[in-house]
């Protein structure tokens, strides 16, 4: 679309706000599973409470953004829409479930005294199900789906997704939204919970990191086009620096861990590697939306239904991020035992 001499790429523009609307989700409802996770790991009511209390006024919320991904990728990018989820049906089925039997046990568990662990265990099973999906959908994305591409179908079997790859990063992000988690309640909490959860932020971040660089090195040969984009000519300098960029932000986060004993700075500096790596994923991807088969202009929407719906977008996104930050900003500071949601 022609505008005043230069061309607005409508379709990279989607694009983009897709994998803004996705980033988005994965740090904001990643602690929040990761919190989940981490309960299981706390046997005292009172601690729990202050766990569940220290995402209680946002995390409805924090899943607007995966609406907003799935419906944007729906209505910009229909053709993908109809290629990545019948190859996926099984793991976002199962992180859908996990997040709605989540949410039922956050509000049940406050309900009743005698199934209170019953609840607990269904908030600990939905956030581990959610975050493991969540990790085997994108691996199962990132090694490749196949497709007809004369019938413009999906091609493959129904076990597609199930490989070594997709499960080691479905383990990947669950750890990683352990450590997102933990930093979380190093932030907002204080005393004997926020020592132990700081304590063990650390080992979870080693692992976190660990397994960075096993995907990171394994991911490149799933495809030649992963490889190219990584190691030819030039570029092998871009992978060198997003290298460094990780390690030294995870030498800050266990610095500020450890040595300097921040509270807010771990969590931001933990927040600040997913979106390396997310930066990572999106320039092995682009601009395939449906790796390495099709691009993000095969699979766009007609330019007209686009602009319709960015008008929308253009209305509704800053509503959304205002109405996000004011929430977080109402409820920051420290969550206290016998305060909050009952």
């Known amino acids: 679309m022609p505008v005043e001499g230069f061309t607005l790429d409508l379709t990279t523009i989607w694009a983009f706000l897709i994998a803004l609307a996705v980033l988005i989700y994965v740090i904001l409802d990643g602690f929040d599973l990761g919190l989940g996770m981490l309960f299981a790991l706390e046997r005292k009511r009172g601690d729990r409470d202050v766990m569940m209390n220290s995402v209680a006024p946002v995390w409805d919320g924090n899943e607007t953004w995966l609406v907003l991904g799935g419906g944007g990728l729906l209505a910009a990018f229909p053709l993908a829409y109809a290629l990545i989820l019948p190859a996926l049906y099984a793991p976002i089925i199962a992180m859908l479930l996990a997040l709605i039997f989540r949410g039922v046990a956050f509000e049940f568990r406050w309900r009743t005294e005698r199934g209170r662990w019953a609840w607990d265990i269904a908030f600990i099973a939905g956030s581990g199900i959610a975050a493991l999906s969540q990790g085997i959908t994108l691996g199962g994305l990132l090694q490749g789906i196949q497709i007809d591409k004369a019938a413009r179908a999906y091609s493959g079997g129904w076990w597609d997704w199930l490989t070594p790859f997709s499960l080691t990063v479905g383990v990947a992000v669950m750890v990683g939204y352990m450590l997102l988690g933990a930093t979380w309640l190093v932030m907002k909490t204080g005393g004997p919970l926020q020592e132990r959860m700081r304590a063990r932020a650390w080992p979870l971040g080693a692992v976190t990191l660990a397994f960075i660089g096993i995907v990171s090195l394994w991911t490149p040969f799933l495809q030649d086009g992963y490889y190219n984009r990584w190691f030819a000519d030039w570029r092998i300098a871009l992978a060198g620096g997003v290298a460094a960029a ?97």
């Open 246 to 342: 990780v390690l030294a932000i995870a030498a800050l986060m266990f610095r500020s861990l450890t040595i300097h004993r921040h509270e807010y700075r771990p969590f931001v500096l933990a927040l600040m590697l997913f979106v390396l790596c997310f930066v990572g994923l999106g320039i092995s991807m682009f601009p395939y939306i449906v790796p390495t088969e099709i691009t993000i202009y095969e699979a766009a929407a007609p330019a007209k239904s686009q602009i319709f719906m960015l008008v929308g977008a253009v209305i509704l996104l800053p509503v959304i991020l205002i109405y996000t930050a004011y929430a977080y900003w109402v409820f920051r500071g420290k969550v206290d035992e016998g305060t909050g949601y009952h």
